[in-house]
């Protein structure tokens, strides 16, 4: 390592990377300030900006969100994506400075020569001296998008008056105050650095939740968004966007529109084109959509320092290592664990069923996707039979397996709306559900009669699948111990670094700079972070394993540390964990008076288990023959024929 000073070249890439960042810097304050500007102008206007969104929570839980317009701009987004294509770039720049840095140190050949790269940059100081600032812009760039991509992506947007002339909606939720940040003005006189603090991490906790949807138009003029799966439609009357795929029915409306033969097919086409089609769509990321979202968290950030500070450095097979591992389990995990179990969960989503529809007074054979709010339903029934949406009864009479929504194996008789004016509607006596099984359907058409109230992801089928698509934050710390760790290891990088820094020298600052990264590097291991995740990743396979016990889909691996918490799980009732049927477990052969020993049967194969010994005479060919009529085929006669007598 030389140890000469910079020369004109390397001067000049440290003061071209100080003069980018500055650049971009002044262009995104000016857009911020002409964007305030704006907002300040809408508010002088007088014009309303943003309106209550009424939201359909999965979990049921109530939630208040704001909807507000904004407008795509130009300008905008060049200065905004510019800080998201930096860190992407800046990749292929550090990959490249660190082949040149062993060039010009170790003589390794990269063309056009050697001696080439030595002419230009001097000696290896002259090089590692910008890598390590752009190493150092890189990296802090890459940690502020990947914890604020959505603020960003916000950012670079105007705001409008009316949604009409509106691009995309950005979502706000109102989070509620935090009970730890609660306290008494009264008896606590709060500095301000303190209260500077509370209020940044509030912002912070409101940022993450943001959410930026397209608005998208249909060929009848709809203007809609699609958001936890729900479609909402601007209404003009409340310059909003509204939910769209349930409406309440009154039981006189049910017989009315079975009488005059259903929605027509200009109403039925209408209903589609404003709540769009009895689906429930689940987006299922491309290849590259699915590595993106998994590597813009802040643990690969981290985990890049470390290993590129060890690649340009000290070791550079233990930094391709460790970029290996970090690469491998990141793309296993996307592209394994949960982009395969978001197809699942797609697929489960989705009905190809066929149904009879009435429409203008004929019966028509539908895909389930085609059936409309107000649709006047046949209802099958089957082993198969699984209705297609939510529905009061209409005509006739309806037993349903419920069981996917109660856990309850117990068949449930619906019946028919009154056909009346003065009557109340009973949903539990009424209404049926999207997604459970009719058991048997009779009436005066053949089968039962439904009219379609709910929709889509708005039915309660929808809401199942929201939940697992849409989890409610988990508020439940299980690394509380964590932070104590973590305290004790920077308190040993500190000293290190100390050491480092006034009790050593390294023969340069730019060596000095690397060993300082290397040993907060090494302190809490960069192979941390990939550690926990390929531990989830495997457990999510375990607990996806077709032949394993568990069969369960988990698209959220870093949840299943807290599982593994849990110690006592209550339950209401036994009803919520039984199901419907039986399953033949076992036999004890009784012969002559006596008790065999019980025979156990694996459930799956349908084939009797070695059978255990007890006190009685051991389990032999005779047992099975009385209980079964076969043997064995290993145990058979003299002639060849199964022995012992049936019992």
């Given at each position: 390592?030389?140890?000469?000073?910079?020369?004109?070249?390397?001067?000049?890439?440290?003061?071209?990377?100080?003069?980018?960042?500055?650049?971009?810097?002044?262009?995104?304050?000016?857009?911020?300030?002409?964007?305030?500007?704006?907002?300040?102008?809408?508010?002088?206007?007088?014009?309303?900006?943003?309106?209550?969104?009424?939201?359909?929570?999965?979990?049921?839980?109530?939630?208040?969100?704001?909807?507000?317009?904004?407008?795509?701009?130009?300008?905008?987004?060049?200065?905004?994506?510019?800080?998201?294509?930096?860190?992407?770039?800046?990749?292929?720049?550090?990959?490249?400075?660190?082949?040149?840095?062993?060039?010009?140190?170790?003589?390794?050949?990269?063309?056009?020569?050697?001696?080439?790269?030595?002419?230009?940059?001097?000696?290896?100081?002259?090089?590692?001296?910008?890598?390590?600032?752009?190493?150092?812009?890189?990296?802090?760039?890459?940690?502020?998008?990947?914890?604020?991509?959505?603020?960003?992506?916000?950012?670079?947007?105007?705001?409008?008056?009316?949604?009409?002339?509106?691009?995309?909606?950005?979502?706000?939720?109102?989070?509620?105050?935090?009970?730890?940040?609660?306290?008494?003005?009264?008896?606590?006189?709060?500095?301000?650095?303190?209260?500077?603090?509370?209020?940044?991490?509030?912002?912070?906790k409101k940022t993450q939740t943001r959410q930026v949807v397209p608005i998208k138009?249909?060929?009848?003029?709809?203007?809609?968004?699609?958001?936890?799966?729900?479609?909402?439609?601007?209404?003009?009357?409340?310059?909003?966007?509204?939910?769209?795929?349930?409406?309440?029915?009154?039981?006189?409306?049910?017989?009315?529109?079975?009488?005059?033969?259903?929605?027509?097919?200009?109403?039925?086409?209408?209903?589609?084109?404003?709540?769009?089609?009895?689906?429930?769509?689940?987006?299922?990321?491309?290849?590259?959509?699915?590595?993106?979202?998994?590597?813009?968290?802040?643990?690969?950030?981290?985990?890049?320092?470390?290993?590129?500070?060890?690649?340009?450095?000290?070791?550079?097979?233990?930094?391709?290592?460790?970029?290996?591992?970090?690469?491998?389990?990141?793309?296993?995990?996307?592209?394994?664990?949960?982009?395969?179990?978001?197809?699942?969960?797609?697929?489960?989503?989705?009905?190809?069923?066929k149904c009879e529809v009435l429409r203008g007074g004929r019966w028509l054979e539908?895909?389930?996707?085609?059936?409309?709010?107000?649709?006047?339903?046949?209802?099958?029934?089957?082993?198969?039979?699984?209705?297609?949406?939510?529905?009061?009864?209409?005509?006739?009479?309806?037993?349903?397996?419920?069981?996917?929504?109660?856990?309850?194996?117990?068949?449930?008789?619906?019946?028919?709306?009154?056909?009346?004016?003065?009557?109340?509607?009973?949903?539990?006596?009424?209404?049926?559900?999207?997604?459970?099984?009719?058991?048997?359907?009779?009436?005066?058409?053949?089968?039962?009669?439904?009219?379609?109230?709910?929709?889509?992801?708005?039915?309660?089928?929808?809401?199942?699948?929201?939940?697992?698509?849409?989890?409610?934050?988990?508020?439940?710390?299980?690394?509380?111990?964590?932070?104590?760790?973590?305290?004790?290891?920077?308190?040993?990088?500190?000293?290190?670094?100390?050491?480092?820094?006034?009790?050593?020298?390294?023969?340069?600052?730019?060596?000095?700079?690397?060993?300082?990264?290397?040993?907060?590097?090494?302190t809490p291991n960069p192979m941390l972070p990939v550690s926990m995740v390929m531990?989830?990743?495997?457990?999510?396979?375990?607990?996806?394993?077709?032949?394993?016990?568990?069969?369960?889909?988990?698209?959220?691996?870093?949840?299943?540390?807290?599982?593994?918490?849990?110690?006592?799980?209550?339950?209401?009732?036994?009803?919520?964990?039984?199901?419907?049927?039986?399953?033949?477990?076992?036999?004890?052969?009784?012969?002559?008076?006596?008790?065999?020993?019980?025979?156990?049967?694996?459930?799956?194969?349908?084939?009797?288990?070695?059978?255990?010994?007890?006190?009685?005479?051991?389990?032999?060919?005779?047992?099975?023959?009385?209980?079964?009529?076969?043997?064995?085929?290993?145990?058979?006669?003299?002639?060849?024929?199964?022995?012992?007598?049936?019992?």
């Amino acid at each position: 390592m030389g140890d000469g000073g910079l020369n004109t070249l390397s001067l000049g890439l440290i003061y071209g990377q100080v003069g980018l960042l500055g650049i971009m810097a002044f262009a995104t304050f000016l857009f911020r300030v002409y964007r305030d500007n704006a907002f300040k102008k809408l508010k002088r206007s007088g014009q309303k900006f943003g309106a209550p969104l009424i939201f359909h929570s999965p979990d049921g839980v109530p939630r208040e969100f704001q909807q507000c317009g904004y407008c795509s701009s130009i300008v905008g987004n060049i200065v905004i994506d510019s800080w998201v294509v930096l860190p992407l770039a800046g990749y292929v720049v550090m990959i490249w400075g660190v082949w040149i840095s062993y060039t010009i140190a170790d003589g390794r050949y990269f063309p056009p020569s050697v001696k080439f790269w030595k002419d230009t940059f001097g000696d290896w100081n002259g090089l590692t001296m910008p890598w390590c600032l752009w190493f150092t812009i890189v990296h802090l760039v890459a940690a502020v998008v990947s914890k604020f991509i959505g603020a960003i992506q916000a950012g670079s947007m105007l705001p409008v008056a009316s949604m009409k002339n509106a691009t995309h909606l950005i979502i706000d939720e109102d989070l509620p105050m935090d009970p730890d940040a609660c306290y008494d003005p009264d008896e606590v006189d709060e500095a301000w650095l303190v209260k500077k603090f509370r209020t940044t991490k509030q912002w912070v906790k409101k940022t993450q939740t943001r959410q930026v949807v397209p608005i998208k138009h249909n060929e009848h003029g709809n203007w809609y968004v699609e958001y936890t799966c729900v479609r909402y439609v601007y209404n003009e009357s409340d310059e909003a966007f509204l939910p769209q795929g349930l409406r309440n029915f009154q039981p006189l409306d049910c017989h009315e529109c079975l009488q005059k033969g259903g929605l027509s097919g200009e109403e039925a086409e209408v209903a589609l084109a404003i709540c769009g089609p009895n689906s429930i769509h689940v987006h299922v990321p491309g290849i590259i959509e699915a590595l993106a979202t998994e590597f813009a968290d802040f643990t690969y950030v981290f985990n890049s320092i470390g290993t590129w500070a060890y690649m340009a450095y000290s070791t550079w097979n233990i930094g391709f290592i460790w970029l290996a591992m970090i690469l491998g389990s990141g793309i296993y995990r996307a592209l394994f664990i949960i982009r395969p179990n978001q197809k699942k969960i797609a697929e489960m989503a989705a009905m190809h069923e066929k149904c009879e529809v009435l429409r203008g007074g004929r019966w028509l054979e539908l895909e389930a996707s085609q059936v409309a709010l107000g649709d006047i339903v046949k209802i099958q029934d089957g082993d198969k039979a699984k209705l297609p949406c939510d529905g009061l009864l209409v005509d006739g009479g309806l037993i349903v397996n419920e069981s996917m929504l109660t856990g309850e194996p117990m068949p449930v008789a619906k019946a028919p709306v009154p056909k009346s004016r003065d009557a109340a509607i009973t949903d539990k006596l009424n209404k049926a559900y999207a997604g459970t099984l009719a058991l048997e359907s009779t009436g005066q058409w053949g089968k039962s009669l439904m009219l379609a109230t709910n929709i889509g992801a708005l039915t309660i089928r929808g809401q199942l699948i929201r939940m697992v698509l849409f989890p409610a934050s988990v508020k439940f710390k299980y690394n509380d111990q964590l932070p104590v760790v973590y305290g004790i290891m920077s308190v040993y990088a500190a000293i290190l670094v100390f050491v480092l820094l006034f009790a050593t020298d390294l023969g340069s600052a730019v060596a000095t700079y690397l060993a300082v990264l290397c040993t907060v590097a090494m302190t809490p291991n960069p192979m941390l972070p990939v550690s926990m995740v390929m531990g989830q990743s495997v457990s999510a396979g375990r607990l996806e394993d077709p032949n394993g016990p568990y069969q369960i889909k988990c698209l959220q691996p870093g949840r299943i540390p807290i599982a593994g918490k849990i110690s006592t799980m209550v339950f209401d009732k036994t009803g919520t964990i039984t199901k419907g049927g039986m399953d033949f477990a076992s036999v004890i052969s009784v012969v002559s008076g006596a008790f065999f020993s019980r025979v156990d049967f694996d459930l799956r194969s349908r084939v009797p288990s070695k059978p255990r010994q007890g006190n009685g005479p051991t389990v032999d060919s005779d047992i099975f023959v009385s209980c079964f009529g076969i043997l064995p085929h290993s145990q058979e006669t003299e002639n060849g024929k199964p022995g012992g007598q049936p019992g």
